[in-house]
């Protein structure tokens, strides 16, 4: 069975900074893209970031480029999201979600539970 | 990147037809995906492509694209399947467009 499974997130300050993680199981974690997205607190879905197989491809949602940073590491079958100069409206759930297959980098399926990130003083 | 634009609720009867629109001046060109979420929960992929239905989604679910409007329709609605809906495509720039989501509402 396909699992993703999100942690490190919680309460951090304005300007602070946060690592999330995200454990992949029960697929070849090395053949497939991976990708983060966000849902702020009763809102919709945003695109974060993504990332290659090989980790040749990354690119970032306007939003975040420049203070937030994407990698993975294939030998420990896990996606990571380096959060820094957090802002409030950072605030929201984030899911760690694979592609749909090897073949594709367009959608995204499965996704994991979230980890909740709040940035409040 | 460019803008989805979805209504941000759609109501239907049970066991009606529910169609979910979603509009992008790049639909022509790319194409759409959909996605279920229910409350608390992370989003479910019901739709690719267009039109492909996932492996363990129920034949109700189905998807369709005119121009620059994709439709997710569920016929025979079911209360189970009231949840928001997502559509999203992809854009040249290695971007991911998500509209903003239609609550789906079985009276």
């Known amino acids: 069975e396909v699992q993703l499974v999100e942690s490190g997130g919680g309460l951090v300050k304005p300007g602070g900074s946060l690592r999330l993680s995200c454990a992949a199981s029960?697929?070849?974690?090395?053949?497939?893209?991976m990708n983060w997205v966000r849902q702020a607190p009763g809102k919709g879905l945003e695109w974060v970031s993504s990332?290659?197989?090989?980790?040749?491809?990354?690119y970032y949602a306007d939003s975040v480029k420049g203070r937030f940073t994407i990698s993975r590491d294939n030998a420990k079958n896990s996606l990571y999201l380096q959060m820094n100069s957090l802002r409030a409206e950072d605030t929201a759930v984030y899911y760690c979600?694979?592609?749909?297959?090897?073949?594709?980098?367009?959608?995204?399926?499965?996704w994991g539970q979230g980890t909740l990130v709040t940035v409040s003083s | 990147s460019y803008e989805l634009t979805q209504p941000p609720s759609v109501s239907v009867s049970p066991g009606q037809t529910a169609r979910i629109t979603c509009s992008g001046d790049?639909?022509?060109?790319?194409?759409a995906y959909w996605y279920q979420q229910k409350p608390g929960q992370a989003p479910v992929l019901v739709i690719y492509?267009?039109?492909e239905r996932p492996s363990g989604i129920p034949e109700r679910f189905s998807g369709s694209s005119s121009g620059t409007t994709v439709t997710l329709t569920i016929s025979g609605v079911q209360a189970e399947d009231e949840a928001d809906y997502y559509c999203?495509?992809?854009?040249?720039?290695?971007?991911?467009?998500f509209g903003g989501g239609t609550k789906l509402t079985v009276l």
């Open positions: 990332i290659s197989s090989s980790s040749s491809y990354i």
């Open positions: 999203q495509s992809a854009d040249s720039s290695g971007t991911y467009p």
């Open positions: 029960g697929f070849t974690f090395s053949s497939y893209s």
């Open positions: 790049a639909l022509p060109k790319q194409y």
């Open positions: 979600a694979r592609v749909g297959s090897v073949a594709t980098i367009e959608w995204f399926d499965p």
């Open positions: 492509k267009d039109s």
